[in-house]
């Protein structure tokens, strides 16, 4: 009850007025990136652009300003460490241990100096202030405020990152999404709501299913069942590949196949990669927004980007859940 509680107050957050506001900031730093890419000839779209972007964007959202921009990248890195790196697993789970503390030290810094008295009407007011309030009326325990300040910070940075940078190579690989983008942020003029929006969302869609950003999920079994002649008991952990659900062809006929009209299709709709049920990331707007923002931008501002080395020399990094590029050189 208290998850799905907090589940839903996390949802409320992204309100069709405050998405308003954060298309706005969406927008700003994705030009405030942009603009010294276009002064080189080549540039890493994971460490330039697919990194940062999502970063920004959330830190501001939930309050946080430019001069903890570094602080929050390394805390961040440090705990996509955890997820998979190499090296000493003790000395990388006391490093993220460290990074948390500080998160949370910065972060009580950051809440002691909101308003929460006044509420913003256009949807302005950051993430953190609405906790707070949410807090006061007893929607959320104090206590849990900071934890879920840091669980937006990491999921929304880490997994629409790999998003952007994951369906910017799929549209390298495939010079038909590739044009098709193009076609569309010439349309729209990076505006994500203009008149290419219905298929800018089916191509999203699609993306998501094939990139599958967050390959693995963990659960408890709540009640014992049987299921295909596999017995489940109750309190049993249990590991969900939501990668291999998302190409299985009894739900996804021709899975491996790159189709964005399937997206009309209802069971199209049911891909997992934002979760599902009351386990459904309640950032999946805001990921959608800035995800789709990026890669239409990135297509208007750099038309004749490809990979500026072998395809073969595009990596992925070994991580336990997150499917994320090493890098991902790129040239005009």
């Known amino acids: 009850k208290g998850q799905r509680r907090t589940h839903a107050v996390l949802a409320r957050l992204f309100s069709a007025q405050r998405m308003g506001f954060l298309e706005k900031i969406v927008q700003e730093e994705i030009a405030a990136i942009v603009q010294p890419l276009r002064q080189r000839e080549e540039w890493d779209a994971v460490a330039d652009f697919a990194k940062p972007l999502p970063l920004r964007v959330i830190s501001r959202a939930l309050g946080f300003t430019a001069h903890d921009e570094d602080d929050l990248k390394r805390w961040a890195d440090v ?25 949370a030290a910065r972060a009580e810094q950051m809440l002691a100096t909101l308003d929460t008295d006044t509420v913003a009407q256009d ?24 934890p879920n300040l840091f669980f937006l910070m990491s999921a929304g940075h880490e997994t629409t990152s790999s998003l952007i940078s994951n369906g910017l190579l799929l549209a390298l690989d495939n010079p038909a999404i590739l044009l098709d983008l193009q076609r569309l942020a010439s349309h729209t003029g990076g505006d994500t709501q203009g008149d290419g ?3 800018l969302d089916a191509i999203l869609t699609e993306m ?17 069942f049987c299921y295909k002649g596999v017995g489940f008991e109750k309190g049993q952990q249990v590991q969900l590949n939501l990668a291999t659900a998302n190409i299985d062809e009894t739900a996804f006929p021709d899975a491996q196949r790159f ?5 009309g299709d209802a069971m199209a709709k049911a891909h997992l990669a934002f979760g599902f049920r009351h386990h459904l990331c309640p950032g999946l707007k805001l990921g959608r927004l800035t995800s789709k923002a990026a890669l239409t931008a990135v297509c208007a501002a750099f038309p004749g980007l490809q990979l500026a080395v072998q395809r073969r020399h595009v990596r992925t990094l070994p991580l336990d859940s997150i499917n994320a590029l090493e890098s991902l050189p790129v040239r005009c």
């Open 79 to 103: 705990i996509e460490e955890w997820f998979g790196g190499q090296g000493d697993v003790v000395l990388r789970f006391e490093s993220c241990q460290s990074a948390i503390m500080e998160f």
């Open 123 to 146: 949807g302005a007011g950051c993430l953190a202030a609405e906790l707070l309030r949410a807090s006061a009326r007893g929607d959320v325990d104090r206590e849990d405020v900071v």
């Open 197 to 199: 929006e219905e298929e």
């Open 208 to 224: 998501l299913r094939v990139v599958t950003p967050v390959t693995r999920a963990y659960r408890e079994v709540g009640q014992s």
């Open 259 to 263: 189709r964005p009209q399937r997206a």
